[in-house]
Nanobody
Framework: QVQLVESGGGFVQAGGSLRLSCAAS????????MAWFRQAPGKEREFVAA??????????ANFVEGRFTISRNDMKNTVNVFLQMNSLKPEDTAVFYC?????????????????WGQGTQVTVSS
């Protein structure tokens, strides 16, 4: 069964850092583009960052402003995707989701991704 499992969320003060991880249970995901989205209460799910299957190309939302870095580590039976988040702001508070798709039509649209994790909560206090 294909699964995406996020971890690394938590509570941090403004200016702090967190590193989110997403473990994909199947080696099949080595051919997939991976992405992070987030959803704050009462808001739509929004794009944060994406990375191609090779790791060669990366995209970030404008609000990232150089604070976040997406990366991936493809192993024999699992694929791990990371989101290093620095200089966190209270407005970054949200549930962060990992997503995967073989050929996303648009890297920044949630509808482009077939597989999703359950999410991990990030809370940034002022």
């Amino acid at each position: 069964q294909v699964q995406l499992v996020e971890s690394g969320g938590g509570f941090v003060q403004a200016g702090g850092s967190l590193r989110l991880s997403c473990a994909a249970s199947s080696h099949t995901f080595s051919n997939y583009a991976m992405a992070w989205f987030r959803q704050a209460p009462g808001k739509e799910r929004e794009f944060v960052a994406a990375i191609t299957w090779s790791g060669t190309h990366k995209w970030y939302a404008n609000f990232v402003e150089g604070r976040f870095t997406i990366s991936r580590n493809d192993m024999k039976n699992t694929v791990n995707v990371f989101l290093q988040m620095n200089s966190l702001k209270p407005e970054d508070t949200a549930v962060f989701y990992c997503a995967a798709d073989l050929r996303p039509k648009s890297y920044d649209l949630p509808g482009s991704y077939a597989y999703w994790g359950q999410g991990t909560q990030v809370t940034v206090s002022s």
